[in-house]
């Protein structure tokens, strides 16, 4: 399951193993616990490195499902039911984007530090449909000083306004 976890949601989950026995006695537990307790620790705090933060429009309404991508690293987080989101990173200078259908995507160049993730909220404005006017203009003969749009443009416009509307 964890492989299909960390690929397909915002899941990441591990198996850790102390020892070649599954199931020890009891007697052993504490002496386990003593010699991996530090170091478990230490592994559970590294869940703070990377970035967090929310993603919402420009009334400051939650974002649901917005995609958060880091350049170069094919593996991308959405945000949750209130915007929210967080993605594990190594210190070091990032691109992150957040986009989400129906807005404009927004890129940050992002600094992570060791130990407390940075903070980092995005504020999606509306995509503004691209209109254009086709046909003649007022008062000229068709064919003089008409614009015409290529059918390669028509057809892409058309293909624009079906994703803005969502599915059938």
Known sequence: MQDFNYLHTNCFDITLELSCNKFPPQEELQREWLG??????????????????????????????????????????TSGDHGD????LLPGT?????????????????????AEPTLVNFYLKRSIPQVSSVGRAPGRRHGVGAKVQPQ?????????????????
Do not use: C, W
Not at 85 to 88: A, E, P, T
Not at 100 to 108: C, I, K, L, N, V
């Open 36 to 77: 991996n307790q530090e170091a478990l620790i230490q592994f559970l705090e590294e869940v703070h490195q990377g970035i967090k933060g929310t993603v919402l429009d420009e009334n400051y309404n939650n974002l649901a499902n917005a995609v958060i991508s880091v350049s170069g690293i094919n593996h991308d987080v």
């Open 85 to 88: 989101y967080f993605r594990l």
């Open 94 to 114: 990032y691109t992150v984007t957040a986009k989400a259908p129906g807005f404009d995507p927004q890129t940050e160049t992002v600094t992570v530090g060791p």
């Open 152 to 168: 390669a443009a028509r057809k892409k416009e058309m293909e624009m306004r079906q994703l803005q509307r969502g599915p059938a």
